[in-house]
């Protein structure tokens, strides 16, 4: 016989593509697999058996136009036909040969040709059903999608991650009451790792009567399952994206369907009809009698009976074919099933952000649910952003151990024990055990939800958020009230910033920085800033049109105010006049040409920061008299090229800073200012510098370097509390041995002159060492021994 094996390849499948079987493609598999069973066992008996008998017809010849098979009808049948002629023991003169050669003659022209070829015809119709079943997982353009499904389903139902997803969200719907605090958790929690595919359908679908206290085992994935975890999230987005996008699966599904109830239709049409050929008598005529004497015979078909009963099995499991696939072609057309909701499996999880999927993605799943819906929940964790946000929090908090960030705190300028994490993927729960933090920077982290841990955070003085969003529950925003004292937020746009920020009503320091929109920035409205009544400092980096309004409602305590506006002109500074008791003012870059009139109504103005604009003559100074507590003024990088004699009012000064402009020469008024300290002319165009300067006796620090210089008035050597001395890049040819007189001098620049010799007298600065002193290597060889080693004493 012909093995059945043979015709395997025509339907075979690889095994994991059970899962896109639903019950009807299982049992229609089942009934081609019968059906080609019969036809193989047809196939067999008429290639090895099947033959007919014949004998010749003593009819006379008027009687041909009748049956020659007449006489062999039953008894019944025969009378009424006009009675039976009895007829026995007829010697027929024909020999063995001529017998074979009636019967092949016989078999091939009398037969009918559904009783000669009927096994053939269902073995090939059932190969047909067979290629129709399963082609879509041959097809190039449907089996790569379907592999590619398969292969991911597999991965994400053996996953830990979804065992421990599903479970947590499991202890969480059905925490009871007695519990502790802990999540409650359902058996399916304790499963190992190494057996998250084994049994576990049973164990999730459970009722999670049992609870325990104990964490599950499955609370800690170790790192390489973790970062398969998160492989599998990346596979599952671009797989989404791709079966998406089409339906050639779906189409290609409904295609075959209908080819199949066709093929069923035409085949059950034909076989009925033509069943009731396969008969056991054949009567045969043929011209033979000049071979054989006789043209009438009467045949006998060997297997007809067998035949005709084989049909009738093959007939009935076609109807029973053609019935599943009609069902079939019911399922795919009375419900969409290009959309797919995952709505159940939302309210079962709380996983609320899981998206309904649409076309192949949607109709794979309707399949996978026709074999077990588990499958299709335990998938939708992978299409959860709020479980890839848990698996990236889990694998960040196993990267960053607690002692991980302990090595990462350093003091910062303000001698505060501070924890600065930049370029992470989100924020490490870990971060909240180190209870001794004082100010936490994050920098560049992805979006960020402060956890209830935050609260152990006790000491937290200042956080910084640089294009950080982030967001704070509002029992936290209580606890940050009372104890931060500095924010610093960095964004894009400042209305990005978070409106907790201005909740915080304890904020002693708020520092902003970002754009406003095109269309605000003129207006320049910050209606929130009014909550601060008690801010202290106020530093807002923007393109601000104007000083924000509400900064006159945080008047009342406000001490600092920087405005940084990249090169944007601000307009309407009058508001400043409200600020009373304002200490320091910054308006850097703010395309500002004269100095405000504003400015000279702060009385208890001391540091006043005018760096980066366009101030071409600075007149005004007078009126800084006004401001009588001013002790800072800067006015560096800039554009002025003189230094009015009003200059000498401000008797309170003690720092200038003048450096970046475009000064060709110095008053001598300037040494009247008899209290600076700290005096900065470097980087200008000054080819000489008035001797009065040697009236500034409390002067500690004069820079003059990067300037046009030749010589230096022995009048400046007259500053005896002069510590830090800057000459270089200049035109100097010699330095005076007056400097020897500054005996606290400790950082003298030099280099870049056109000095040929270090006076000696340098060895009476007591204060000046060789680190303090800059200049060529040649230049300090040329020095005495005695005042080289002096200078080299620690």
Known sequence: MIPVAEFKQFGEQQPAFKVLKPWWDVLAEYLTVAMLMIGVFGCTLQVTQ??????????????????????????????QMGGLREVSGLKNNLDLQQYSFINQLCYETALHWYAKYFPYLVVIHTLIFMVCTSFWFKFPGTSSKIEHFISILGKCFDSPWTT??????????????????????????????????????????????KVVTEPPAVTLLDKKEGEQAKALFEKVKKFRVHVEEGDILYTMYIRQTVLKVCKFLAILVYNLVYVEK?????????????????????????????????????????????????????????????????????????????????????????????YDSLYSKRFAVFLSEVSESRLKQLNLNHEWTAEKLRQKLQRNARGQLELALCMLPGLPDTVFELSEVEALRLEAIGEITFPPGLSQLVHLQELSLLHSPARLPFSLQIFLRDRLKVIRVKCEELREVPLWVFGLRGLDELHLEGLFPPELARAATLESLRELKQLKVLSLRSNAGKVPASVTDVAGHLQRLSLHNDGARLLALNSLKKLAVLRELELVACGLERIPHAIFSLGALQELDLKDNHLRSIEEILSFQHCRKLVTLRLWHNQIAYVPEHVRKLRGLEQLYLSHNKLEMLPTQLGMCSSLRLLDVSNNGLRSVPAELGLLQNLQHLALSYNALESLPEEIFFCRKLRTLLLGYNHLSQLSPQVGALRALSRLELQGNRLEALPEELGNCGGLKKAGLLVEDALYEGLPAEVRDKMEVE
């Open 50 to 79: 099947d033959k007919i008998i014949c004998l010749p017809s003593h009819e006379p010849r008027e009687n041909l136009s009748e049956a020659p098979c007449q006489q062999l009808l039953p008894r019944g049948v025969s009378e």
């Open 278 to 370: 396969i008969s056991f008598l054949v009567a045969c005529r043929v011209e033979t009698s000049e071979v054989t004497g006789y043209a009438s015979f009467c045949c006998n078909h060997t297997k007809a009976h067998l035949f005709s009963k084989l049909a009738f099995c093959y007939i009935s499991f076609v109807c029973v074919y053609g019935i599943t696939c009609l069902y079939t072609l019911y399922w795919l057309f009375h419900r969409p099933l290009k959309e797919y909701s995952f709505r159940s499996v939302r309210e079962e999880t709380g996983m609320g952000d899981i998206p309904d999927v649409k076309n192949d993605f949607a109709f794979m799943l309707h399949l996978i649910d026709q």
């Open 164 to 209: 421990r997803a599903l479970s947590e969200v499991s202890g969480e719907n059905h925490k009871g009451p007695a519990t502790t605090g802990r999540p409650a958790v359902t058996v399916a929690a304790a499963a190992g790792p190494g057996k998250a595919g084994e049994g576990e359908k049973e164990k999730v679908l459970a009722e999670p009567e």
